[in-house]
């Protein structure tokens, strides 16, 4: 995990708006062919030449879609553009930039938004990508951050949610429930921790669960594996709400049905071992959960044997026609009407 630091503070005024911008992002170096102009200017300057641009943004609000207790800066800087990428490979697209909104209240030194700023250009690194603007205010309570990421792809390479067809297979990648079972956790120790500070809670067993949560990843391989493959998928979501309200989305806007296998839902077995001390089951954990931002996808059945081997990717279903419904079929092989509980107003 990414590591807090800072221990001094500096008041944001000493500097003034303008010194905050400068000092925030005079580290950020421009990757990307298609970034002309950065930061710096009224406006920053793209040239996509003759691909499609693709474009998604997200607000975060402090205490409604994060808690500072136990979220650090330099996590929720990485997440919150992390989430952002998450929307333009789900669209089959390359991300390439991202803007970064943020107003904070005084309560925030210096050294906090050096934090946040750790994160936001830790994941700029990592996937390869430009922070090329973004604007800053002031709160008079909690933080606000607002991400804006900009990809690119070729028109015939763009991937809707509405595509799926009557027979497709349904595939979803790595495995699911892990973010909101980190939550749980995260959760817990909080309460503990407000009755007892001096308590060290050793969370060695549940490392993959907050990673999940804390730091997740995008799967900006996926486009990159479905190019190689040779495999175009006919529809595609990224899962932030948790997998039955994003197989929804793709049922109804691809006006068609599905059967979900339940014995097929890729768990890790940190899942299984803390859905059982949670006492939650893990099925309603991966189908409401959310956070995971994998990908779920349709192909079409002719691409089975391009897919069938890969480890990343798990053929969990396929489409039927609209009329059979979006059902889930169980492990005691009942077809049950899958319903969105994809909302949470922990994870909202
Ligand atoms: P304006 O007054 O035109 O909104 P600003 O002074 O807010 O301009 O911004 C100056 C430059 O700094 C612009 O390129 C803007 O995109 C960038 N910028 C402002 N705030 C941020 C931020 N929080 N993170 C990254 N870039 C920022
Ligand atoms: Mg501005």
Not at 268 to 282: G, M, Q, R
Request: aromatic content about 6%.
């Amino acid at each position: 995990m990414i590591e807090d630091k800072n221990t001094s503070r500096t008041q944001i005024s000493d500097l003034g708006e303008f010194g905050l911008i400068d000092h925030l992002t005079k580290n950020f170096k421009i990757k990307q062919k298609s970034t002309n102009l950065g930061i710096g200017d009224d406006a920053a300057v793209l040239d996509f030449k003759n691909k499609k641009c693709v474009l998604s943004t997200d607000l975060l609000i402090e205490g409604v879609h994060f808690d500072l207790s136990y979220v650090p800066l330099k996590h929720l800087g990485y997440k919150a553009v992390i989430v952002n990428l998450s929307d333009i490979y789900a669209m089959n697209a390359t991300a390439t930039q991202v803007t970064i909104s943020i107003a904070v209240s005084n309560r925030f030194p210096l050294e906090a938004l050096e934090e946040l700023y750790a994160g936001i250009d830790t994941a700029a690194k990592l996937y390869n990508i430009d922070v090329v603007g973004g604007d800053t205010t002031s709160s008079t309570t909690g933080l606000i951050i607002s991400v804006t990421a900009i990809g690119y792809a070729k028109e015939d390479d763009l991937v809707y949610r509405s595509g799926a067809k009557d027979n497709d297979l349904l595939v979803v990648t790595g495995d699911l429930g892990a973010a909101y079972m980190g939550l749980q956790v995260l959760e817990r120790e909080k309460q503990v921790f407000k009755v007892n500070p001096n308590s060290q809670p050793d969370l060695d067993r549940y490392t993959y669960l907050i990673e999940r949560q804390l730091k997740p990843e995008a799967r900006k391989d996926i486009p990159e594996l479905l190019k190689a493959l040779e495999v175009m998928p006919t529809s595609m979501i990224d899962i932030s709400d948790g997998l039955s309200s994003e197989v929804i989305h793709l049922c109804k806007q691809s006006k068609v049905g599905v059967s979900l296998f339940e014995e097929k839902i890729p768990l890790d077995p940190a899942v299984i071992s803390i859905c059982e001390e949670f006492k939650l089951n893990s099925t309603t954990v991966a189908l409401s959960g959310g956070e995971d931002y994998e990908l779920l996808f349709t192909i079409k059945q002719e691409d089975y044997p391009k897919i069938k081997a890969n480890p990343n990717l798990t053929i969990i279903g396929h489409m039927t026609d609209e009329k059979s419904g979006i059902g889930l079929v169980t492990r005691a092989n009942e077809k049950i009407e899958l319903k969105a509980q994809g909302w949470n107003p922990i994870n909202e």
